[in-house]
């Protein structure tokens, strides 16, 4: 019996563990060079079947996906992040309000100036909140570094 209980142990622990670190959304970081000095950051998120990422306006309740860029001196931000996706609209009776959202994939565009011609390096997070029909899971920030500048 205690061997039993020690191989049904040995078997369900790996699958409690991997049950706890769901993460629906993966993120890939690119830079995409516009002219001498001008960039395009792009943070991808590619958001599994059934579940949705808030926009930066989100609506009333849950947490918008934020950006924050580590302040560099040779980096400097133009405008605000522009959201590329089919955004849905939607009222959410979880959070009693009409809420702006992306399901499958969505890009955040950062463009960025640099200065000077030396290569640097643009760091800064992701901060987002995911959900499905049923349940929403704590918000997550995801750190990114993206190389600008430089031949």
Excluded: R
């Excluded at 399901?103 to 901060?127: H, M, Y």
Aim: proline share 5%; aromatic share 10%; charged share 25%.
């Amino acid at each position: 019996m205690k061997k039993l209980l020690v191989a049904l142990c040995m078997f369900a622990l790996p699958m409690l563990a991997l049950a706890q670190e769901e993460n629906p959304v993966k993120w890939e970081f690119t830079s995409k060079k516009v002219n001498a000095t001008t960039y395009e950051v792009i943070a991808k998120a590619t958001i599994e079947k059934g579940w949705h990422v808030y926009a930066q306006e989100a609506g009333e309740g849950p947490i918008p996906t934020t950006f924050k860029f580590a302040k560099n001196p040779l980096v400097a931000t133009t405008g605000k992040v522009k959201e590329v996706g089919k955004m849905h609209k939607a009222f959410d009776k979880n959070f009693d309000s009409e809420l702006k959202y992306y399901e499958n994939t969505v890009s955040f565009v950062q463009t960025v100036t640099v200065k000077g011609k030396a290569a640097t390096k643009l760091k800064g997070s992701v901060e987002f909140m995911v959900c499905d029909d049923h349940q929403c899971l704590p918000p997550t920030e995801v750190e990114f570094a993206f190389n600008v500048g430089g031949k």
